[in-house]
Antibody, heavy 115, light 107 residues
Framework: VQLVESGGDLVQPGGSLRLSCAAS????????MTWVRQAPGRGLEWVSS???????KYADSVRGRFTVSRDDSKNTLYLEMNMLRAEDTAVYYC??????????WGQGTLVTVSS | EIVMTQSPATLSVSPGERATLSCRAS??????LAWYQQKPGQAPRLLIY???TRVSGIPARFSGSGSGTEFTFSISSLQSEDFAVYYC?????????FGGGTKVEIK
């Protein structure tokens, strides 16, 4: 089982970024797939989840700006991030689980929002 | 939103001693609670789910208990590799929420 995140970068406030999470050893469609972030020196913050056929959930802090999706043919999870703010700066982890808890996590990708 | 409060923020323990961590929910989460361990520079690792079920391969010195709003996580005899930050997380209700973490450090 492997989860490999990519797409993290330095971006200006108001900019956009798309994170990818490539899965192997299991199929994303059969799992709860979740994005969790961690700001530098801070704790864990749930961002978004996608589960079942196409159910999605978002934290209030990102709703309307972030979109979670998956490509079943590529077995990959995505997080489209728009209107980025300084407070979105964090390591973004993707994770899988049978429900709301996550049994396996990727190593994370760093997003820095700064001018 | 369900607020998860962990205490203490930092726990200083000598190797071989017992560590007991607390997690309190602002409303009932039934038994829908997980515990994670995170070491510096690493991703979190799931240790306990459903409040007291240990993940396969996790040593028996790790245990969880509680239901409703009060939960406890214990490490019976701390090993050097157990010094880390521990987070609780509720998955009873959206949004999913984490506690602020307890850092277990060497005394």
């Amino acid at each position: 089982v492997q989860l490999v995140e990519s797409g993290g970068d330095l971006v200006q406030p108001g900019g956009s970024l798309r994170l990818s999470c490539a899965a192997s050893g299991f199929t994303v469609i059969n799992n709860y797939m979740t994005w969790v972030r961690q700001a530098p020196g801070r704790g864990l913050e749930w961002v978004s989840s996608i589960y079942s056929s196409d159910s999605t959930k978002y934290a209030d802090s990102v709703r309307g700006r972030f979109t979670v999706s998956r490509d079943d043919s590529k077995n990959t999870l995505y997080l489209e991030m728009n209107m980025l703010r300084a407070e979105d700066t964090a390591v973004y982890y993707c994770a899988r689980g049978p429900s709301g808890y996550s049994t396996f996590w990727g190593q994370g990708t760093l997003v820095t929002v700064s001018s | 939103e369900i607020v998860m409060t962990q205490s203490p923020a930092t726990l200083s323990v000598s190797p071989g001693e017992r560590a007991t961590l607390s997690c309190r929910a602002s409303q009932s989460v039934n038994s829908n609670l997980a515990w994670y361990q995170q070491k510096p520079g690493q991703a979190p690792r799931l240790l306990i789910y459903d409040a007291s079920t240990r993940v396969s391969g996790i040593p028996a010195r790790f245990s969880g208990s509680g239901s409703g709003t009060e939960f406890t996580f214990s490490i019976s005899s701390l090993q050097s590799e157990d010094f880390a930050v521990y987070y609780c997380q509720q998955y009873n209700k959206w949004p999913l929420t984490f506690g602020g973490g307890t850092k277990v450090e060497i005394k």
